[in-house]
């Protein structure tokens, strides 16, 4: 069962009981608040995440992705919640600083 790992939400797991879904619906589905201005459609980066294990569980970088990287606005190591697809297993990701909800505790 693909499983993600938010660890600055105090290691928080969240499972998800298929496959191929955008990894912000399944984070969205589990009642945890995740930025996202453009309304889901690849237009800005705010629902970024820091992808620390598991890329390989991860569909390719959407031409989104790559426009954004290609702007210096993305690192390979981070990606779009809105773009990116949760293939199969387990991802640990980080909420991105800069993208943090006021009303969310986090932890480190």
């Not at 790992?5 to 797991?13: S, V």
């Not at 690849?42 to 390719?60: D, F, H, K, P, Y």
């Not at 779009?80 to 943090?100: F, M, P, S, W």
Request: hydrophobic share 30%; proline share 4%.
């Amino acid at each position: 069962m693909p499983k993600i790992i938010i660890e600055n939400l105090y290691h928080k797991e969240i499972s998800s009981k298929g496959t191929d879904r955008k990894v912000i619906e399944i984070i969205h589905d589990n009642n945890v608040d995740w930025m996202h201005a453009c309304g889901k459609k690849g237009r800005c980066t705010t629902c970024m995440m820091i992808v620390t294990a598991g890329m390989e569980n991860l569909s390719e970088p959407t031409d989104r992705e790559l426009y954004f990287r290609n702007l210096g606005k993305l690192k390979p190591h981070q990606r779009l919640t809105c773009q990116t697809q949760l293939k199969e297993g387990e991802i640990h990701i980080r909420v991105n600083d800069a993208y943090k909800l006021p009303h969310m505790d986090y932890g480190e």
